[in-house]
């Protein structure tokens, strides 16, 4: 079975669609979504519908959990606030109730297992191999799978455990074995922070034990117009210009 992982779409419907445009190239059909599908961006519906109507398996990630009024939103920075106060505004009621209705957590077909920033709290972040560390401990009796994905760093890594270290591997493929525990983020589709401002996928072939990660040119310019057209703050454009 070959999987698809995306992450982090933040309401960034060009993004999807260039994604789901490779997908649909690729011929595959199983996609798993690591959460925040809204957020930022100005298409929270559209791209709810798309992700329902392809059946798209999602878990929730912090901004989906903010919107949905299930967490507080303090920490969030202006930007960030911005946007969810307009995506509230604008949300679908039978939307709201597809958020509200999302897991924290998957076990995926026996195969892996995902979450959104740790194991055990959808706000943090897993940023270098102590926290991967942390995380490896955390998934103990959780998934017999020695195969997690994770999101909302919106940067495209892998951490590889074993025997309490962690080795950290950037590379655009990765080959599974046994020796290992591993921890992958896809990237972002929709709000990329490595750099590179294409929308970011990985694709899992559960049958070659193989990860595979790719990257999609969209209308970054049409997503930015929308954003100024509704007021949003003119920052959050000009992230996706830089990948950042």
């Given at each position: 079975m070959r999987y698809v992982l995306i992450s982090d779409l933040h309401s960034n419907l060009e993004a999807l669609e260039a994604t789901f445009e490779r997908i649909d190239m690729l011929g595959l059909t199983e996609i798993v979504c690591l959460g925040d599908i809204v957020g930022y961006n100005t298409n929270p519906n559209e791209c709810?519908?798309?992700?329902?109507?392809?059946?798209?398996?999602?878990?929730?990630?912090?901004?989906?959990?903010?919107?949905?009024?299930?967490?507080?939103?303090?920490?969030?920075?202006?930007?960030?606030?911005?946007?969810?106060?307009?995506?509230?505004?604008?949300?679908?009621?039978?939307?709201?109730?597809?958020?509200k209705a999302l897991p924290r957590t998957l076990n995926v077909d026996g195969r892996f297992f995902i979450f959104h920033g740790?194991?055990?709290?959808?706000?943090?972040?897993?940023?270098?191999?102590?926290?991967?560390?942390?995380?490896?401990?955390?998934?103990?009796?959780?998934?017999?799978?020695?195969?997690?994905?994770?999101?909302?760093?919106?940067?495209?890594?892998?951490?590889?455990?074993?025997?309490?270290?962690?080795?950290?591997?950037?590379?655009?493929?990765?080959?599974?074995?046994?020796?290992?525990?591993?921890?992958?983020?896809?990237?972002?589709?929709?709000?990329?922070?490595?750099?590179?401002?294409?929308?970011?996928?990985?694709v899992y072939d559960s049958a070659a034990g193989s990860i595979e990660f790719h990257r999609v040119e969209y209308d970054i310019k049409k997503t930015v117009d929308k954003i100024l057209a509704v007021g949003l703050s003119k920052r959050i454009g000009e992230r996706l210009k830089l990948g950042w």
């Amino acid at each position: 079975m070959r999987y698809v992982l995306i992450s982090d779409l933040h309401s960034n419907l060009e993004a999807l669609e260039a994604t789901f445009e490779r997908i649909d190239m690729l011929g595959l059909t199983e996609i798993v979504c690591l959460g925040d599908i809204v957020g930022y961006n100005t298409n929270p519906n559209e791209c709810i519908d798309l992700l329902r109507a392809r059946k798209v398996r999602s878990i929730m990630g912090n901004h989906d959990s903010r919107v949905a009024g299930l967490d507080n939103s303090d920490d969030f920075n202006y930007q960030a606030l911005e946007a969810l106060d307009w995506t509230r505004d604008n949300l679908m009621s039978e939307n709201l109730e597809y958020l509200k209705a999302l897991p924290r957590t998957l076990n995926v077909d026996g195969r892996f297992f995902i979450f959104h920033g740790w194991v055990n709290d959808t706000d943090s972040y897993i940023f270098g191999a102590n926290d991967a560390l942390k995380n490896f401990k955390h998934l103990d009796g959780k998934t017999d799978s020695n195969l997690c994905f994770f999101g909302h760093t919106h940067v495209a890594i892998s951490y590889l455990g074993s025997d309490g270290t962690v080795k950290i591997s950037a590379d655009s493929s990765l080959r599974l074995t046994n020796r290992y525990n591993y921890l992958v983020n896809p990237g972002s589709v929709g709000q990329p922070r490595d750099r590179d401002p294409r929308a970011a996928f990985a694709v899992y072939d559960s049958a070659a034990g193989s990860i595979e990660f790719h990257r999609v040119e969209y209308d970054i310019k049409k997503t930015v117009d929308k954003i100024l057209a509704v007021g949003l703050s003119k920052r959050i454009g000009e992230r996706l210009k830089l990948g950042w």
